[in-house]
Nanobody, 114 residues
Framework: VQLAESGGGWVQTGGSLRLSCAAS????????IVWYRQIPGKQRELIAA???????NYADSVKGRFTFSRDNAKDTVSLQMNSLKPEDTAVYYC?????????WGQGTLVTVSS
């Protein structure tokens, strides 16, 4: 299974970006799909997680601003990010788990500044 993120880039404070994560296989086969982000020198942070059992949950830092969505027909998940802040600057990763196996994308850089 391969995951490929896209959509990162530079955006002004208050702007929006939409990240996508395309899977090489059916996303319906995954137990859960998660968006993480990592600021250099800091721990990876879980920001949005989606599963059939638990629905979608968000970290407090992004709740109300970020929205997770999935397109099963295209085997793609997306993260709509609105009202972006400089502290949202990070490398964003998607991850998918099937049983005991966890897959990662290569990450996409998001930079927010004025």
């Amino acid at each position: 299974v391969q995951l490929a993120e896209s959509g990162g880039g530079w955006v002004q404070t208050g702007g929006s970006l939409r990240l996508s994560c395309a899977a090489s296989g059916s996303i319906s086969s995954f137990d859960n799909i998660v968006w993480y982000r990592q600021i250099p020198g800091k721990q990876r942070e879980l920001i949005a997680a989606s599963s059939i059992e638990s629905g979608t949950n968000y970290a407090d830092s992004v709740k109300g601003r970020f929205t997770f969505s999935r397109d099963n027909a295209k085997d793609t998940v997306s993260l709509q990010m609105n009202s972006l802040k400089p502290e949202d600057t990070a490398v964003y990763y998607c991850s998918a788990q099937r049983g005991r196996l966890k897959y990662w994308g290569q990450g996409t850089l998001v930079t927010v500044s004025s």
